[in-house]
């Protein structure tokens, strides 16, 4: 053997010393066997492996696992800049991933049963905790898959009356998280489009009627509705025949505007929507930026990402050993107002200057 060579190391060496292991001589006595194994001993501190005492107290920072279940794309600007804000937010918190973390991500499109499915692969896994980044839509089929893994969950309506929660304060059970809003603010989007389009007398309401928040944003809607001398009609955002025939029907009388209400599928297809719009020329009140950054017309809802970014925090909170029963559901603290005057121009549509003054952002 080369001198410098290490015997653990090199094949063969490593291999003369597994048979003595095996041939029991290492087990032996005398005066031999005790050169033996000074001699084993010795490599084996040569080599750097040491004792799993001398192995616990030197071991780097503990692996954890992180899954995100998301009901979107990949290659989606919006997910991409919501899952980056959770990330950055979590590396400043500590945990990197791949070097103290390993992030496990499912994507699903927001078809029932490919939910159901990669939320069981996601918990097969078992992670340490799981992000449902797309409210019910990823809340429930992980809450059928597991009811131990901890669950943090974002753009959630209303958790009490969907059952995955005890209450806000004392959630109970493994998933906690952050509301997108209560049904009150659907209200708020009504008054909105009555202020920047006083003649409206009819509103067709946007909405996923597959997921309990789809019905109560309408519902709230709906009993709003008389107060502002409106009528609100609902359009299901099941698939983008449905959307664009709809939506032509709806705009074959006059007096008309539109709403569009917070959930994943209507999320997915705001490219479509925010075309249907302009080409029927129906004033539009949308829940999030997203839509407006898209096209579309003014939005009014939660800072997005902030929420993310909070999410982030609990994550941080359960991996450093606290429980998600004990974490309360937290409403948000940032609401944005986004006017996008590019299309107010190509529509000839033109904002009150109070409403311009309180906008977060415009467009221009």
Do not use: C
Not at 66 to 91: M, N, S
Not at 190 to 197: F, G, P, R, V, Y
Not at 308 to 335: C, M
Request: proline share 6%; aromatic share 6%; hydrophobic share 45%.
């Amino acid at each position: 053997m080369d001198v410098g060579q290490n015997p653990v190391r090199s094949e063969a060496g490593f291999g003369h010393y597994k048979e003595l292991i095996r041939s029991d001589k290492m087990l032996s006595r005398g005066p031999e066997a005790d050169m033996r194994r000074r001699e084993f001993l010795g490599v084996l501190g040569s080599a750097g492996i040491a004792w799993p005492f001398a192995a616990n107290a030197q071991q780097p920072d503990q692996m954890r696992t992180i899954g995100l279940l998301v009901a979107g794309t990949a290659d989606d600007p919006e997910y991409q800049a919501r899952l980056g804000a959770f990330l950055q937010t979590l590396e400043q918190l500590g945990w990197t991933d791949g070097r103290n973390a390993r992030i496990d991500t499912r994507w699903a499109t927001t078809n029932a049963d490919t939910l159901r499915k990669q939320a069981a692969e996601l918990v097969a896994l078992a992670p340490d905790v799981i992000l449902a980044a797309t409210g019910t839509t990823t809340v429930a089929p992980l809450l059928e898959a597991t009811r131990t893994v901890p669950i943090v969950f974002v753009l959630l309506i209303d958790p009490v009356g969907a059952g995955f929660v005890a209450s806000l304060a004392r959630p109970g059970g493994n998933a906690t998280g952050f509301l997108m809003f209560e049904y009150g603010l659907s209200g708020k989007w009504l008054e909105l489009l009555k202020q920047i389009a006083p003649g409206v007398t009819r509103v067709a309401v946007l909405r996923d009627p597959a997921i309990a928040s789809g019905i109560g944003q309408f519902g709230a809607i709906q009993s709003a509705a008389p107060t502002l001398g409106l009528e609100a009609s609902p359009v299901n955002v099941r698939d983008a025949g449905e959307i664009e025939r709809d939506i032509a029907a709806f705009a074959r009388s006059s007096n008309g505007g539109m709403i569009v209400t917070a959930s994943p599928r209507a999320l997915l297809h705001r490219d479509l929507i925010v075309a249907l719009a302009a080409r029927h020329r129906l004033p539009a009140v949308y829940a999030s930026r997203a839509y407006v950054t898209a096209g579309g017309l003014i939005s009014y809802g939660p800072d997005i990402l902030d929420q993310f970014r909070r999410a982030a925090g609990y994550v941080d909170r359960i991996l450093k050993g606290e429980k998600s029963a004990d974490l309360p559901v937290q409403a948000p603290t940032k609401y944005e107002l986004i006017i996008n005057l590019r299309t107010a121009k190509a529509l000839d549509f033109s904002f009150p200057p109070s409403l311009l003054a309180r906008a977060d952002d415009v467009i221009e």
